[in-house]
T-cell receptor, first 116, second 107 residues
Framework: GAGVSQSPRYKVTKRGQDVALRCDPISGHVSLYWYRQALGQGPEFLTYFNYEAQQDKSGLPNDRFSAERPEGSISTLTIQRTEQRDSAMYRC??????????????FGEGSRLTVL | GIQVEQSPPDLILQEGANSTLRCNFSDSVNNLQWFHQNPWGQLINLFYIPSGTKQNGRLSATTVATERYSLLYISSSQTTDSGVYFCAGGENYQLIWGAGTKLIIKP
């Protein structure tokens, strides 16, 4: 697509429920990133894919968080047994470059998660 | 790890004014980018600028890699320039983000 597309834009869930957030990167972009942004702060790195391979998941807060990108395009970030502290804006970004991993980051509009 | 400091934290200007935002890094970086988060929450890439100078309309940026800082210049400010400006830098994909500069342009 023309830009990075994320869904849902807003998600309200009850504590303990699982949520899945979807990201569709710019067509042809090799690298895909997930970030989390708390109100009033800059984005925080969660995980990163080159094609379908998860290259770095060091930013995932704990084992309730997981991400996949099975066909090297669309990615899903899953949060199991959500907690109130998981409430945040979850942002996906993509870049065209794989080898250097230094290309311009293009962000989607984000998925705002609220856990009650 | 690398630390990123942005200044000033807040800036209020009248429409038409010029401004300079600064980003300092504690160590050398090979990836440095400036972003604008508008009041609707969209995060937009302004510049990918690990070194040198770039210009895009009323915005320009300069990075002096040897001295570990980058500057973002906004000329003839418009109300649509309001929002938070972030710089992010690091090695390859591992970007560290500054706390941002909150810019308010008054009509």
């Amino acid at each position: 697509g023309a830009g990075v597309s994320q869904s849902p834009r807003y998600k309200v869930t009850k504590r303990g429920q699982d949520v899945a957030l979807r990201c569709d990167p710019i067509s042809g972009h090799v690298s895909l990133y997930w970030y989390r942004q708390a109100l009033g702060q800059g984005p925080e790195f969660l995980t990163y894919f080159n094609y379908e391979a998860q290259q770095d998941k060091s930013g995932l807060p704990n084992d309730r968080f997981s991400a996949e990108r099975p066909e090297g395009s669309i990615s899903t970030l899953t949060i199991q047994r959500t907690e109130q502290r998981d409430s945040a804006m979850y942002r996906c970004a993509s870049t065209g470059l794989a080898a250097a991993n230094t290309g311009e980051l293009f962000f989607g509009e984000g998925s705002r998660l609220t856990v009650l | 790890g690398i630390q990123v400091e942005q200044s000033p934290p807040d800036l209020i200007l009248q429409e038409g004014a010029n401004s300079t935002l600064r980003c300092n890094f504690s160590d050398s970086v090979n990836n440095l980018q400036w972003f604008h988060q508008n009041p609707w929450g969209q995060l937009i890439n302004l510049f990918y600028i690990p070194s040198g100078t770039k210009q895009n309309g009323r915005l320009s940026a300069t990075t002096v890699a040897t001295e570990r800082y980058s500057l973002l210049y906004i000329s003839s400010s418009q109300t649509t320039d309001s929002g938070v400006y972030f710089c992010a830098g690091g090695e390859n994909y591992q970007l560290i983000w500054g706390a941002g500069t909150k810019l308010i342009i008054k009509p």
